[in-house]
């Protein structure tokens, strides 16, 4: 009797090992340091500015209602722009150098080195996000805002939440810079990246705004958004969720749905990407 089995085991030790890889491999990526450092520029000027002009309020308009708050924003859009390099150029770059024929002739299998590399761009983005949280809370303890910013605690674990819900729509938009990559140059990664992501975000605005009654079956443009919005990870939603949280405003979705939709369609996703890894050739 012919027994078939068929086995996904991935040896922890050598995804490990590559993530460190990753880490060190990324260590020496000029952009991604240039935006580190312009990110911590950028917060300690705006710290002293801030200071400087303690009574400057834009009434209505959040960005600048406190200098949590402008933090925050200036974050989350760096973080973005980190997400897209690292997915653009997490495995390009191995391809361009030659060096992923030699790393798959070690013994190590494809969805090893897929993990491998989505795992170091997640602590790349972590450790961006760690660093930008050490200095929200020290500038708060240094000079607290007075404002609904809540005591530190409060504020340590709202960052926190907003930055996980961040990072789930970063992911995304790693992985699909990796599939991208495997078929496109870098600089056809970037402009196709930034396509998808126009894409998803407008598909979010006009679901989120009038829900499956604003889909105009006649309308090719509506359908489009609407499968964009149904079969791909929600990243605006995931944007929304973490501002709803940092803001502490009233959430306007039902986490647990937008949770189980977000794991659903990101891990089809990362099969798909894994299966058409596996049938290319170096």
């Not at 973005?80 to 070690?106: H, K, N, P």
């Not at 605690?153 to 819900?165: M, S, V, Y």
């Amino acid at each position: 009797m012919m027994k078939v089995k068929m086995k996904m085991k991935i040896d922890i030790k050598r995804v490990l090992v590559l993530t460190l890889n990753t880490l060190m491999k990324e260590y020496h990526n000029k952009t991604l340091l240039m935006i580190f450092i312009f990110t911590i520029i950028m917060l300690t000027l705006g710290e002293y500015l801030f200071n400087m002009f303690s009574s400057f309020k834009l009434i209505g308009v959040p960005m600048f209602a406190n200098k949590m708050t402008f933090f925050y924003m200036l974050a989350s859009f760096w973080s973005m722009v980190l997400g897209v390099i690292l997915g653009a150029t997490i495995v390009r770059s191995d391809f361009g150098v030659g060096v992923i024929s030699e790393i798959l002739a070690w013994p190590i299998k494809r969805s090893e080195y897929l993990l491998a590399r989505v795992l170091g761009a997640i602590a790349i983005i972590g450790i961006y996000f760690i660093l930008v949280t050490i200095l929200l809370l020290f500038f708060y303890i240094l000079n607290p805002t007075g404002d609904n910013a809540g005591d530190l605690l409060l504020l340590f674990g709202r960052t926190l939440a907003a930055f996980f819900f961040n990072l789930l729509a970063i992911v995304s938009i790693i992985l699909i810079g990796m599939l991208f990559s495997f078929y496109l140059s870098k600089t056809w990664t970037y402009f196709a990246m930034i396509f998808a992501i126009i894409l998803m975000a407008s598909a979010g605005v006009r679901m989120n705004e009038g829900g499956w009654e604003s889909v105009n079956l006649s309308s090719l443009w509506s359908c489009i958004l609407a499968i964009i919005y149904y079969i791909f990870p929600r990243t605006a939603v995931s944007y929304s969720l973490a501002q709803d949280i940092f803001f502490q405003q009233t959430i306007k979705f039902n986490m647990l749905v937008e949770l189980i939709h977000y794991l659903v369609t990101t891990s089809l996703l990362a099969l798909g990407i894994h299966l058409l890894f596996k049938r290319k050739e170096f």
